[in-house]
T-cell receptor, first 112, second 113 residues
Framework: TQLLEQSPQFLSIQEGENLTVYCNSS?????LQWYRQEPGEGPVLLVT?????EVKKLKRLTFQFGDARKDSSLHITAAQPGDTGLYLC????????????FGTGTRLTIIP | EAQVTQNPRYLITVTGKKLTVTCSQN?????MSWYRQDPGLGLRQIYYSMNVEVTDKGDVPEGYKVSRKEKRNFPLILESPSPNQTSLYFC????????????FGPGTRLTVL
């Protein structure tokens, strides 16, 4: 079974600070996705990274896929209260099927 | 409006009383999946379906059944619910390969007493 560990599990910081969330595995994934989930809703896709070493930016969010496609990071610059939520990484199997393995999640709280 | 709907959104039931959680999508997606979400464990896949009449086990299928008789519906059946199935359940759909994005329903919070 492929596992994805996210760290930290909980993070509470002041508005305007920077932060990084990590997603690590011993398995190789063909692609990796980041989702954000708000209370009472399902996760919503933020980004998909496919190539080892790939970096994608979404406004103040920067996503990076590790060179070996086993890990990923999400960096948020100048965090805002609207960034509050549960962040989930999800790796797509390298075995040709459609399976997504989700990480354990990082609950982020931005304090105004 | 493209959407994934789940019913019911909240359910409290008792051990052993059969229940069905419905999932319906209007996006003509081939792939549908059920997950359960528990604190500290993230989302774990229960069952998935790559197309009509094709279903397969995910990581935690014990105690659950599914069916895919038509493309738009993918019900989750708990024949004899137990307290360890108390959880938040999500249905998700996506187009087949090579598309990656999964669209999630709003969730069903199930409590089994």
């Amino acid at each position: 079974t492929q596992l994805l560990e996210q760290s930290p599990q909980f993070l509470s910081i002041q508005e305007g600070e920077n932060l990084t969330v990590y997603c690590n595995s011993s398995s190789v994934f063909s692609s990796l996705q980041w989702y954000r989930q708000e209370p009472g809703e399902g996760p919503v896709l933020l980004v998909t990274v496919v190539t080892g070493g790939e970096v994608k930016k979404l406004k103040r969010l920067t996503f990076q896929f590790g060179d070996a496609r086993k890990d990923s990071s999400l960096h948020i610059t100048a965090a805002q209260p609207g960034d509050t939520g549960l962040y989930l990484c999800a790796g797509r199997s390298n075995f040709g099927n459609e399976k997504l393995t989700f990480g354990t999640g990082t609950r982020l709280t931005i304090i105004p | 409006e493209a959407q994934v709907t789940q019913n019911p959104r909240y359910l409290i039931t008792v051990t052993g009383k059969k229940l069905t959680v419905t999932c319906s999508q209007n996006m003509n997606h081939e792939y549908m999946s059920w997950y359960r979400q528990d604190p500290g464990l993230g989302l774990r896949q229960i069952y998935y379906s790559m197309n009509v009449e094709v279903t397969d086990k995910g990581d935690v299928p014990e105690g659950y059944k599914v069916s895919r008789k038509e493309k738009r519906n993918f019900p989750l059946i708990l024949e004899s619910p137990s307290p360890n199935q108390t959880s938040l359940y999500f249905c998700a759909t996506k187009l087949g390969r090579p598309y990656n994005e999964q669209f999630f329903g709003p969730g069903t919070r199930l409590t089994v007493l």
